[in-house]
Each structure stands twice: as structure tokens, then as C-alpha cells.
């Protein structure tokens, strides 16, 4: 049963541009056929991922799992998470960027039982909406965050930087779309 009580989130649409939040300039949700999808379908696959060599951080929102990714190698991963449900999917995108962290966030959106704002430790936040990794129970669907296990949270919060690239995808998708490509266009590999 979710102990949390959480309110409707809300979303600003930024189509494909860009828009700057705190002096940082953050990609919008970047949808499967947009031109950010098809330039990241470009560029190859990370060996046993389902993201690009131009990620930094890679969710996988079919198998529930992440990876973090230096130089195109997985560095940390995969990781058991838990994102989005019950109407509050968490956005695929190709080129979400991270835009704020803040170790010991509380969430305006989602409160505790007594009302108070509900704990989102080592919060890394790459979508609009207020969509960030941060400390969760991977058992628990979200409000379109991503849980990361609090063993795994923290690391998380360290090695991503301010404008670092991430990718939320479904592997069915990005397989889908990469064998329809064009052979130039990087290798569908399996994403494992």
C-alpha cells in the first residue's frame, strides 16, 4: 500500500526546444521519432544497455533497470529501480540533461501521512516536472521519478554533473526503431 499521498504534478511543455532553469540550459522530453531520438539512434548502442554512448545515465523503463555509463562503458549497473505508474508515467527522452541535485530534498508534491513533505534523498533531477533519480524503494512505482535502491542513490548523486545527458527509454522501442533505420545508422545491438 503507498504510504504516500501525492498530489498532481505539475508539467511545463517544452516541445524539443530548450529552456533554462537556475542558468542551465535543459532539454525537453525528447518522444521516440523526435529529431533528439533519431540523432541518439545514431550514435551506438552501449554494450548491454539500451542507450547511446552519448549517456551519462541510461534507464531502461521495460526491464526496470539503470546503468551509469563513463566514456561508453558501464561503469554501475545494471541497478534494480522503479519508475513511474497509476497515470504518472515517467517521460522517455534521448537527451534529458541534469539540471539540479540537492542531497536532502523534500518533495512540495508528494507528502507523508502527517502532511509533511515527503523525504526524496540525493535527488538528481533531469526532466521537467521535477522528474529526478533520487532515494526509493525499487518495489514502489513512483510519481514519474526514478527510485534508485539507498545503497546505490548516493553514488548516483556523485558522479553526475550539472548537464550531463540522460536517456529513459524502452528497449522495445529503441530495438524496434534501430533494426527500421537505415544500416548507417548504428548497430540495434541486443539491449540485454
Not at 16 to 41: C, H
Not at 70 to 98: A, C, F
Request: aromatic share 4%; hydrophobic share 35%; net charge positive.
Amino acid at each position: 500500500m503507498d504510504t504516500v499521498r501525492q498530489r498532481p504534478r505539475r508539467l511545463v511543455a517544452l516541445g524539443l526546444g530548450l529552456a533554462t532553469v537556475a542558468g542551465v540550459a535543459v532539454a525537453g522530453t525528447a518522444l521516440a521519432g523526435s529529431p533528439a531520438a533519431e540523432q541518439a539512434r545514431t550514435q551506438p548502442l552501449v554494450p548491454g544497455t539500451p542507450c547511446s554512448v552519448t549517456a551519462k545515465a541510461c534507464v531502461d523503463l521495460d526491464s526496470q533497470r539503470s546503468w551509469l555509463i563513463q566514456d561508453g562503458k558501464v561503469i554501475r549497473g545494471p541497478i534494480g529501480i522503479s519508475s513511474g505508474g497509476n497515470g504518472q508515467e515517467t517521460p522517455v527522452g534521448h537527451s534529458l540533461r541534469v539540471y539540479r541535485k540537492d542531497a536532502t530534498h523534500k518533495s512540495e508534491e508528494s507528502r507523508l501521512p502527517n502532511g509533511d513533505p515527503a523525504p526524496m534523498p540525493w535527488s538528481v533531477f533531469f526532466n521537467d516536472g521535477g522528474i529526478a533519480f533520487h532515494s526509493g524503494d525499487p518495489n514502489r512505482s513512483s510519481a514519474g521519478c526514478i527510485h534508485v535502491p539507498p545503497d546505490e542513490a548516493k553514488a548516483y548523486f556523485n558522479y553526475l554533473q550539472i548537464g550531463d545527458q540522460v536517456q529513459v527509454v524502452k528497449a522495445s522501442e529503441e530495438t524496434a526503431a534501430r533494426l527500421t533505420a537505415s544500416p548507417h545508422r548504428g548497430s540495434p545491438g541486443p539491449p540485454a
